[in-house]
């Protein structure tokens, strides 16, 4: 499974964007799919999880309310849409895919994009 995050960029404190992740796999909309960032000097962390099938979600604690994960079966695409951005959120940001189960370890995830830099100005 290749995954493409897309959608980073600069924005400023407050601002919003949503970030992609496509996938070629057909049938991506069986794997689950996680966002993880990793921010400089910190290790990466878990940020959200959507299953295959009925889509199940799990947030991080710090990620509840501000963030919103959704995917596109039709598109092959999993969304991460951020709002509120704060200076804390500067990161790269990871998708990756695994195939059964909503958890933020990221040993059990098989298959990881290549990231989007997000950088929030304050």
């Known amino acids: 499974v290749q995954l493409v995050e897309s959608g980073g960029g600069l924005v400023q404190a407050g601002g919003s964007l949503r970030l992609s992740c496509a996938a070629s796999e057909r049938t991506f909309s069986f794997y689950t799919v996680g966002w993880f960032r990793q921010a400089p000097g910190k290790e990466r962390e878990f940020v959200a999880a959507i299953s295959g099938g009925v889509a199940r979600t799990n947030y991080a604690d710090a990620a509840k309310g501000r963030f919103t994960i959704s995917r596109d079966n039709v598109k092959n695409t999993v969304y991460l849409q951020v709002n509120s951005l704060k200076p804390e959120d500067t990161a790269v940001y990871y998708c990756?895919?695994?195939?059964?189960?909503?958890?933020?370890?990221?040993?059990?995830?098989?298959?990881w994009g290549q990231g989007t830099q997000v950088t929030v100005s304050s």
């Open positions: 990756a895919a695994k195939r059964f189960g909503t958890s933020g370890v990221e040993r059990d995830y098989n298959y």
